[in-house]
């Protein structure tokens, strides 16, 4: 099965400022039909995971633009332009094809 | 309005059969494409992925689980079950249910339940 693994495991940030979130697998996550599939989650203390991020780069419905995604091949990253208050909580990265694998997920804190 | 609620036992003893249901609305399993993944999360480690139920009941496991697994549909209620047998200790986690979808389309995991805390203790 692909590894992912997320770097840094906990991030401290501040209100406003940027933050970037590493994503690395294993192996090479460009799939038979040419397209890459990592995936992007957030997940609030007490919450379920949210759909942020698919296909490297594409936002998931009603998401803020302040969230992008980038990367190919082995390393993908997620970026939040300004970091808002309701942004702390874990993300986790995942690669989207069968056995489908998660990374170890990223803390995100206010300084 | 898509959502998804997971339902079942709290506590299981080991060796006994855990079954889980997910019951959604919003979308049905009739339609191609359509699927309902399973995920786990045990606290302090990654999600780990378990089994996925399509829309025309092909199912696919985890590897290291899928002696132990087994995923069933009725779609007239709008409803998955997934029951392991034999649980351990190791198998206490948070369960979730999610859609699954087209992965080009940002529709597969878009939305889970709340998860439900599931406790292997004799």
């Known amino acids: 099965d692909v590894l992912m693994t997320q770097s840094p495991l906990f991030l401290p940030v501040t209100l406003g400022q940027p933050a970037s979130l590493s994503c690395r697998s294993n192996e090479s996550l460009v799939y038979s039909d040419g397209d890459t599939y990592v995936t992007w989650f957030h997940q609030r203390p007490g919450q379920s995971p949210r759909h942020l991020i698919y296909k490297v780069s594409k936002r998931g419905s009603g998401v803020p633009d302040r969230f992008s995604g980038s990367g190919s091949g082995t390393s993908f990253t997620l970026r939040i332009s300004r970091v808002e208050a309701e942004d702390v909580g874990v993300y986790y990265c995942m690669q989207g094809t069968p056995p489908w694998t998660f990374g170890q997920g990223t803390k995100v804190d206010l300084k | 309005q898509v959502t998804l609620r997971e339902s079942g036992p709290a506590l299981v003893k080991p060796t006994q059969t855990l079954r889980l249901t997910c019951t959604f609305s919003?979308?049905?399993?009739?339609?191609?494409?359509?699927?309902i993944h399973w995920i786990r999360h045990h606290p302090g480690k990654a999600l780990e992925w378990l089994a996925r139920?399509?829309?025309?009941?092909?199912?696919y496991y985890n590897r290291r689980q899928r002696t132990r697994l087994t995923a069933s549909k009725d779609t007239s209620k709008n409803q998955v079950v997934l029951t392991m047998t034999n649980v351990d200790t190791v198998d206490t986690a948070t369960y979730y249910c999610?859609?699954?979808?087209?992965?080009?389309?940002?529709?597969?995991?878009?939305?889970w339940g709340q998860g439900i805390l599931v406790t292997v203790s004799s």
């Open positions: 919003g979308f049905s399993l009739r339609t191609s494409g359509v699927c």
């Open positions: 139920i399509d829309w025309d009941d092909d199912k």
């Open positions: 999610a859609r699954g979808g087209i992965p080009s389309e940002g529709t597969d995991f878009d939305y």
